[in-house]
């Protein structure tokens, strides 16, 4: 059905990337309270929300969470998720019945906001993993180390950043140490 909802859409890849990613997310991040909801919409997801033990303050910090992972790595991987975020809800919304207001989880007004306070968030951490790239491909090693080590200190871990990461010290310890290594920096080619 989803994929059906949004096949004719002009942003389709971005609209099924940010569900994916968003979902995908609330996984990696051990948001517990998702595990019996089958990552889906229903009618009765009030219901089900209303038998955890997990407050409306709880689930608003986990959806917003899970936008700001969802939003980075979706852009890290190609697509522009949360630029498409509200659309894609509203549609989903729409489509499947679900009230605006559900007792219990932020409601469709607050899932838009949320979706706006991580825009941004998203953005600069996406930017600073290809700020940290082009400056790696470029040789400004100690430069690209600080990029990619600002993202794992927000919390954001991927086998990218952390290979990105140790390739950026290795290229960057020869020259920081020449006699260490036993080169000279002269001899070293990037």
């Given amino acids: 059905k989803l994929l059906d909802l949004f096949c004719e859409e002009e942003?389709?890849?971005?609209?099924?990337?940010y569900v994916l990613a968003?979902?995908?997310a609330h996984f990696f991040l051990e948001h517990n309270?998702?595990?019996n909801s089958g990552l889906g919409y229903s009618n009765e997801i009030g219901e089900f929300l209303d038998e955890k033990a997990y407050d409306k303050e709880q689930r608003k910090l986990a959806e917003s969470q899970a936008d700001l992972f969802g939003g980075f790595y979706g852009q890290v991987a190609g697509y522009n998720t949360l630029a498409h975020a509200e659309k894609t809800l509203a549609k989903i919304y729409e489509k499947y019945g679900i009230p605006k207001v559900i007792k219990?989880?932020?409601?469709?007004?607050?899932r838009y906001q949320i979706i706006q306070s991580?825009?941004?968030k998203a953005e600069n951490l996406r930017y600073l993993f290809d700020l940290g790239n082009?400056?790696?491909m470029s040789g400004h090693y100690a430069q690209a180390k600080d990029c990619f080590e600002i993202i794992l200190k927000n919390k954001f871990t991927s086998r990218e950043i952390y290979n990105n990461l140790g390739v950026s010290y290795l290229s960057y310890a020869?020259?920081?140490?020449p006699t260490l290594f036993g080169v000279h920096c002269n001899t070293i080619h990037s």
Wanted: hydrophobic letters at 40%; zero cysteines; glycine letters at 4%.
């Fill in 11 to 17: 942003h389709f890849e971005a609209s099924i990337a």
């Fill in 22 to 24: 968003h979902e995908v």
């Fill in 33 to 35: 309270w998702m595990k």
């Fill in 104 to 110: 219990g989880y932020p409601s469709l007004e607050e």
């Fill in 118 to 120: 991580n825009k941004e």
């Fill in 134 to 136: 082009v400056l790696l």
């Fill in 174 to 177: 020869p020259r920081k140490f």
